[in-house]
């Protein structure tokens, strides 16, 4: 019985020491979780910290760059204020200084010094400081703001390689002897390593700077001239002179600035839109005009060639837009009248399929016309302030818009004349003065009186980065497709210098016939 009774128990008591080994291994690993569970929490703690930090520097180094400025206004003031006392010193003492203009503020060569412009106040175009008016970054060097700005500084330089799993920023610090790239440090960034390729001076204010098509070359506007240069290289190869064709231009020391340059599809022809109320077309290679397209009434301040090469649609001061058939010299549309804009045209842009032409006014509406039909398709409402530039994304479904009121706006144009608003886009302090897509369409580009440059994600609205690389305003800004060094942007600016950029990218570049010097 003895020997029954104890086989019978056996199996009972091995699964006893089973039952308790399970349990064991089950609640070590139960321990491991938990352990894990906890340690997980403690760097989410982390990371909403440290990204709690960002915003707060991020926040901080804005402000800090608002004092700069507010600074640089105050220093300004006492300039004047100091050659005024000065002056009058010299007065008293009949003694004979040097004058010294006391004001040190050009116009951004305005749209519209005519009277329709001056009838609004408040709708006076930007001003622009004269370069001199910015102390160099070194100044600041050693300054208290200098020294708040350093956390920052040294976060990202030791949070470079994205480590920290919350902030990736290029392999290397983006920044130069004059400029820096500041990064969005709350999302996983997806543009390394901007670059200054080339910085051209110019002998006056640059209005505006376009990539030819080819990508190989920019073509820039200032004060009588046009200029084409090499993109890789910055080497100046062709300068258009507005005066050559009649002698007369700027002789009574008056401007002339030239307000609007676009290469025709081919690369082979430039249009120049300028202050005399006409806009030329040159073949580049040659640097003779093919024709000089005249009719509007008042300066022109934009230009845009269609897709197929055919029409140019330009922009005035006069109110209206006019669209050009260059085969035939012809002026085939003047779009305004009822209905139509009510000041000043500053920008136009052709649509991608060449259906449609976008006009920007200083009356703070966007309107888009029918090109076939020169019918007024759609006006966009919403900005509080002028209209300073537009253009469609390479897929024509959206339109952007820069103004005055320190904002850009997206709409739909999809489905014009139903088209809709989609979003505006705040962080520049001051006048958006020029916006401009990528060929790929993935970034929305935008310079500002603020003297910076934004990229935006053009599908969420994102702002990816700022840089500050100019002394003052950026008027005009451009992208172009990219190479196997990764592609270029470009920068217009009142310091009296147009900058071109790269920064990475995949896309290739197409092939065009060399432009040779003169």
């Not at 938990?34 to 901080?60: A, I, M, P, W």
């Not at 005035?316 to 085939?332: L, P």
């Not at 705040?426 to 990229?455: C, I, M, T």
Request: with cysteine; proline share 4%; charged share 25%.
């Amino acid at each position: 019985m003895s020997t029954n009774f104890q086989s019978r128990t056996h199996p009972s008591s091995f699964s006893q020491n089973r039952f308790h080994e399970l349990l064991e291994n089950l609640k070590s690993e139960y321990e491991i979780l938990n352990s894990l569970v906890r340690e997980s929490s403690h760097f989410k703690v982390q990371k909403d910290e440290y990204e709690r930090k960002f915003k707060h520097q991020l926040n901080e180094m804005m402000n800090i760059q608002q004092q700069i400025y507010e600074l640089d206004r105050s220093h300004q003031k006492l300039k004047e204020e100091n050659q005024l006392l000065r002056m009058e010193l010299g007065k008293n003492e009949g003694t004979a200084i040097p004058r010294m203009r006391t004001d040190t503020t050009t116009h951004l060569p305005a749209v519209g010094r005519q009277p329709f412009i001056k009838d609004v106040p408040d709708m006076q175009p930007p001003k622009i400081e004269t370069p001199d008016t910015l102390p160099p970054l070194s100044q600041f060097a050693n300054s208290p703001i200098a020294e708040k700005a350093k956390p920052i500084l040294n976060h990202i330089e030791n949070n470079k390689s994205g480590d920290s799993g919350i902030i990736s920023t290029a392999e290397t610090p983006s920044e130069g002897k004059d400029w820096v790239v500041g990064y969005n440090p709350t999302i996983d960034m997806k543009i390394y390593d901007v670059d200054m390729i080339s910085d051209i001076k110019h002998h006056s204010v640059v209005c505006c700077i376009k990539f030819s098509p080819c990508g190989k070359y920019l073509a820039t506007g200032c004060n009588y001239s046009a200029q084409i240069y090499d993109s890789d290289t910055g080497e100046k190869i062709k300068t258009f002179d507005m005066g050559g064709n009649n002698g007369n231009a700027g002789q009574d020391g008056s401007d002339l600035y030239v307000r609007s340059v676009v290469f025709s599809p081919d690369s082979t022809l430039l249009a120049t839109g300028a202050e005399d109320r006409t806009f030329k077309l040159w073949d580049i290679y040659s640097k003779s005009i093919v024709h000089n397209f005249t009719g509007h009434e008042q300066d022109i301040y934009s230009l845009d060639f269609s897709k197929d090469g055919r029409l140019v649609v330009s922009g005035s001061g006069d109110k209206t837009v006019r669209i050009w058939n260059i085969e035939q010299k012809s002026c085939m549309y003047t779009l305004g009248g009822d209905g139509g804009p009510t000041d000043g045209i500053t920008s136009v842009a052709f649509s991608p399929d060449g259906r449609y032409v976008v006009a920007g006014s200083l009356d703070r509406i966007v309107r888009i016309w029918d090109v076939e039909t020169g019918d007024l398709v759609q006006n966009f409402e919403g900005h509080t302030d002028a209209v300073y530039s537009v253009a469609f994304s390479p897929d024509g479904r959206t339109l952007a818009s820069g103004s005055l009121d320190k904002t850009l706006r997206l709409w739909d144009t999809s489905s014009c004349p139903n088209g809709q608003f989609l979003n505006t886009l705040k962080g520049h302090r001051e006048y958006v003065l020029s916006v401009a897509f990528s060929p790929d369409g993935n970034w929305l580009v935008s310079g500002s009186k603020d003297r910076s440059v934004h990229f935006w994600d053009s599908r969420t609205s994102v702002p990816y980065l700022i840089l500050q690389g100019h002394t003052n305003s950026v008027i005009s800004v451009d992208l172009t497709h990219g190479d196997a060094n990764g592609a270029k942007f470009a920068t217009g600016s009142g310091d009296f210098s147009a900058r071109i950029w790269s920064y990475s990218t995949k896309q290739l570049a197409g092939g065009s016939p060399k432009l040779t010097d003169d």
